[in-house]
């Protein structure tokens, strides 16, 4: 809303000046973006806006050891692809068509997977994904419980994969 009555402002002010005293459009791009990053401020932590602006390891892993896609209650969509080694998730991917705290999400889900046990990871759930964030507006919430659980889905993928791996390792040991 203040962004809006920020632009009918400016916009009153361009249409009363004239010639050289025009602001560039520019200055105005520049003001309506410092004050949007201002109401952004107000309401996410700077971790948030972090992962935000600077998303960490956004991309579709060719030869995942698990893979998770999920659609959350707003009809975003998030994946996830993991590596493992030795029981460990040692690699961390996402792509999502989703809002920006959504992309903060699955930044900050991939950030603290990698370097954890199947085990550890399990318990990558909302509450500990909204810790990380520094809490989020309750209308986001639900963008932590869709990069958790599309986490969860990922290492489902690798478990079943994994058992079934070594079912079949275990009928050709028999045969
Ligand atoms: S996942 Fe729905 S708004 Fe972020």
């Not at 659609?71 to 961390?92: F, L, Q, W, Y």
């Not at 550890?120 to 309750?138: H, S």
Request: aromatic share 6%.
């Amino acid at each position: 809303m203040r962004c809006l009555a920020l632009l009918r402002q400016h916009l009153r002010d361009v249409n009363n000046m004239n010639g050289s005293e025009k602001p560039y459009v520019e200055d105005f791009a520049q003001a309506l973006q410092s004050e949007i990053m201002r109401q952004v401020r107000d309401v996410y932590s700077p971790v948030v806006i972090d992962h935000w602006q600077n998303p960490r390891n956004w991309g579709i892993m060719g030869d995942a050891d698990g893979y998770g896609k999920i659609a959350g209650p707003c009809d975003d969509t998030m994946e996830i692809s993991i590596k493992i080694r030795d029981g460990k998730i040692v690699k961390c991917t996402w792509d999502t068509d989703g809002c920006g705290t959504t992309i903060a999400c699955a930044s900050i889900a991939s950030e603290i997977a990698v370097g954890k046990t199947i085990a550890e990871a399990r318990k990558i759930n909302q509450q500990v994904m909204l810790e990380y964030c520094g809490g989020l507006p309750k209308e986001n919430e639900h963008c932590a419980l869709l990069a958790a659980n599309t986490l969860q889905s990922a290492i489902d993928d690798y478990l079943a994969k994994a058992a079934k791996n070594n079912e079949l390792l275990a009928q050709s040991s028999q045969n």
